[in-house]
T-cell receptor
Framework: DTGVSQDPRHKITKRGQNVTFRCDPISEHNRLYWYRQTLGQGPEFLTYFQNEAQLEKSRLLSDRFSAERPKGSFSTLEIQRTEQGDSAMYLC?????????????FGPGTRLTVL | DQQVKQNSPSLSVQEGRISILNCDYTNSMFDYFLWYKKYPAEGPTFLISISSIKDKNEDGRFTVFLNKSAKHLSLHIVPSQPGDSAVYFCAASGGGADGLTFGKGTHLIIQP
């Protein structure tokens, strides 16, 4: 399977704990994006990378959130001191230069539940 | 302030008929529009897209129409099949942002 993969698929944690998610984009896709989706809403943009550089962050990305893409391949999203409001589906997408970065291809998501 | 709006939370269509899903946007700087399909517990799957310099794009059973003056786009699915039952999201890019802006989705139900 050469699509975007995310790990874990599900995460249950207690309030106050830290969690880290991983995303492996489609090979050779320069751009990698993180989104969050809550019930009844569409995905909301959080941040994106071009290669290893983080180029844009949404206002939704509070100080407790940090994302990295150290070698320009996989990326991690860490949430520190989780709150119940962080419960959501976290989606990763990647985009190739060949499409002008217009088309983004999504992974299956990581569903986070904060108790 | 929602910049991409899908005003129909759900739509029921008979198998074999045409499904028309609508989307409105408010940001005139958006220059690229996409439709995604989403099944439960899966990520969105890219369906079809259109640049703002075009007014129509077709791919098999799927056609997207863009009316820039009305800031409106629609997705036509002909003929509708049971496997088309899913949530459909309209998304837009441009206006200085590289992330996509999504609508809330329309749940399409294809009745046998």
């Amino acid at each position: 399977d050469t699509g975007v993969s995310q790990d874990p698929r599900h995460k249950i944690t207690k309030r106050g704990q830290n969690v880290t998610f991983r995303c492996d984009p489609i090979s050779e896709h320069n751009r990698l994006y993180w989104y969050r989706q809550t019930l009844g809403q569409g995905p909301e943009f959080l941040t994106y990378f071009q290669n290893e550089a983080q180029l844009e962050k949404s206002r939704l990305l509070s100080d407790r959130f940090s994302a990295e893409r150290p070698k320009g391949s996989f990326s991690t999203l860490e949430i520190q001191r989780t709150e119940q409001g962080d419960s959501a589906m976290y989606l990763c997408a990647s985009s190739p230069r060949t499409s002008g970065y217009n088309e983004q291809f999504f992974g299956p998501g990581t569903r986070l539940t904060v108790l | 302030d929602q910049q991409v709006k899908q005003n129909s939370p759900s739509l029921s269509v008979q198998e074999g008929r045409i499904s028309i899903l609508n989307c409105d946007y408010t940001n005139s700087m958006f220059d690229y529009f996409l439709w995604y399909k989403k099944y439960p517990a899966e990520g969105p799957t890219f369906l079809i897209s259109i640049s703002s310099i075009k007014d129509k794009n077709e791919d098999g059973r799927f056609t997207v129409f863009l009316n820039k003056s009305a800031k409106h786009l629609s997705l036509h699915i002909v003929p509708s099949q049971p496997g088309d039952s899913a949530v459909y999201f309209c998304a837009a890019s441009g206006g200085g942002a590289d992330g996509l802006t999504f609508g809330k989705g329309t749940h399409l139900i294809i009745q046998p």
